[in-house]
């Protein structure tokens, strides 16, 4: 079993800027890549960005390409997202994901493992 606790949303202006971090413990190292998803209520959550652990290969949304950034770090323990020039379009739940297989990894149904969210709200 993996578990994974996000953590760092809060409140912030549009324009502002937020780091996201999950701390990912249990099996490390049985996942192969991992994601950050969101979700607004009354819609599909959808894919944010994505990284593969073997070679660090990233993968991002196009609404949120160059603003955006996956990060993780060698123990496999951690993965952030830091989220610059915030609008408003970006107030969601922000769910980290695990996948054990490295592949289609903008399909949320390819993730085994996930947290249980945390609050990013972008205000004007």
């Known amino acids: 079993q993996v578990q994974l606790v996000e953590s760092g949303g809060g409140l912030v202006q549009a324009g502002g800027s937020l780091r996201l971090s999950c701390a990912v413990s249990?099996?490390?190292?049985?996942?192969?890549?991992m994601a950050w998803f969101r979700q607004v209520p009354g819609k599909e959550r959808e894919f944010v960005a994505a990284?593969?652990?073997?070679?660090?290969?990233?993968w991002y949304a196009d609404s949120v390409r160059g603003r955006f950034t996956i990060s993780g770090n060698n123990a496999q323990t951690t993965v952030s997202l830091q989220m610059n020039s915030l609008k408003l379009e970006d107030t969601a739940v922000y769910y980290c994901?695990?996948?054990?297989?490295?592949?289609?990894?903008?399909?949320?149904?390819?993730?085994?493992?996930w947290g249980q969210g945390t609050q990013v709200t972008v205000s004007s």
């Open positions: 249990g099996r490390t190292g049985r996942s192969s890549a």
């Open positions: 994901a695990a996948a054990n297989d490295p592949w289609q990894l903008r399909l949320q149904s390819n993730y085994d493992y």
């Open positions: 990284i593969r652990w073997n070679g660090g290969r990233t």
